[in-house]
């Protein structure tokens, strides 16, 4: 899915979350992709005649009148949309006795397999959580001679996981020391520390199965070292897609083995997100002429056809980014929605969060 329909998709499920009915009159309804929507409908007819039985009078009312504005809802499809179809509706009164009938009909932007019917007290959501969940996931290792950090980077979000150091020596020996006793010393402390943090990353990455590649750092031999005899287990190894030289191997060190490695992240989200405001400030600096910013100036021009790239800040009202993305599909202009994560994000949302990469130089 493209970053508006994440976006709709996250702020529906943030909105689904937030109702509890008063009692079970919230009423989920999950069709699956190719199932055929006349049983569906068969079903909840069904169910409507069900409903009689439920005692309290209000209780009996609300499911009954959910029941049938999901089956109109149901009536307007002559079949089921490719992806499935969730529909969710109930009474979302927070007032005892007071009725509040809401209906959503979802399309989802991907595959749903679960077919569902539930009355309940809150929607089930789960199938649509699980969409938004990131594809991709890449480990990261920092190591020297001295420290390892384990971390994780999921969508946007950076994650340590483990920090050990390695308790070998630094190059002073002790005391009545042979030179080569203490490198015999230090040099198998050293191994033994690479299978430890070897056997860290088998515990952490081994059973991801979303784990798309796996980012090393570390000053150079040591990461070389560590990749050749700390017996990483070799689907890990086949995993490595980056392999970069830097010095701060502590949990600091994380991000920036990130920015070192977007040539290799460009799928990925916080990628994607820092790539479109470094060309969006760029241009801003160097051809303003070729960049809209602000709502009243991003709207003409899309208006007109002038906008190549949409950018909209997350903190907008809902509203306002549905409307905008409605003008932006209106003339094939791309749709990027961006988080204030970063601090290109940051900085694009305190000059108004809207903007605009235009096609050509307006004036």
């Not at 020391?177 to 015999?184: C, N, V």
């Not at 070897?198 to 979303?210: I, V």
């Not at 490595?240 to 990925?268: F, H, P, Y």
Request: glycine share 8%; hydrophobic share 35%.
């Amino acid at each position: 899915m493209d970053e508006a329909q994440k976006y709709e998709l996250e702020e529906t499920v943030k909105e689904l979350e937030g109702y509890r009915g008063r009692h079970t009159e919230l009423v989920t309804v999950l069709i699956p992709v190719d199932y055929n929507i006349f049983n569906v409908v068969k079903q909840i007819d069904t169910e409507k005649g069900t409903a009689d039985n439920i005692k309290s009078k209000n209780t009996r009312k609300a499911v009954q009148d959910a029941l049938e504005r999901i089956s109109r809802q149901l009536k307007l499809y002559k079949q089921t949309p490719p992806n499935g179809l969730a529909i969710y509706c109930g009474n979302i009164s927070e007032t005892e006795g007071q009725e509040d009938i809401r209906i959503w009909a979802i399309e989802p932007p991907k595959p749903l397999k679960i077919k569902i019917y539930r009355c309940d007290q809150t929607f089930v959501i789960d199938p649509l959580k699980e969409m938004l969940e990131t594809d991709e996931v890449y480990g990261l290792i920092l190591i020297d001679r001295k420290e390892a950090t384990i971390g994780l980077l999921e969508g946007k979000s950076i994650k340590m996981l483990q920090h050990i150091t390695s308790g070998v020596p630094s190059k002073v020996r002790a005391g009545g020391q042979s030179a080569q006793r203490f490198h015999r010393i230090t040099e198998g402390l050293t191994k033994e520390f690479y299978r430890r943090v070897a056997d860290l990353a088998k515990e952490h990455f081994f059973e991801l199965k979303k784990l798309k590649g796996i980012l090393v750092g570390g000053p150079i031999p040591t990461k070389e070292e560590f990749l050749e005899t700390g017996n990483l287990q070799t689907q890990l190894k086949d995993k490595v897609i980056a392999v970069r030289d830097m010095g701060d191997t502590d949990v600091s060190g994380l991000k920036e083995l990130v920015d070192l490695s977007q040539d290799v992240l460009s799928e990925q989200e916080v990628t994607k997100q820092k790539q479109i405001l470094d060309i969006f400030f760029t241009m801003l600096a160097k051809e303003p002429e070729k960049i809209a910013y602000g709502e009243q100036e991003v709207e003409q021009r899309l208006i007109e056809g002038s906008g190549k790239a949409l950018i909209l800040s997350k903190t907008l009202p809902r509203e306002k980014i549905k409307h905008f993305e409605d003008l932006a599909r209106s003339t094939n202009a791309e749709i990027h929605i961006v988080s204030k994560d970063t601090t290109e994000g940051v900085q694009f949302d305190n000059i108004g969060g809207v903007g605009a990469i235009l096609r050509y130089a307006v004036s």
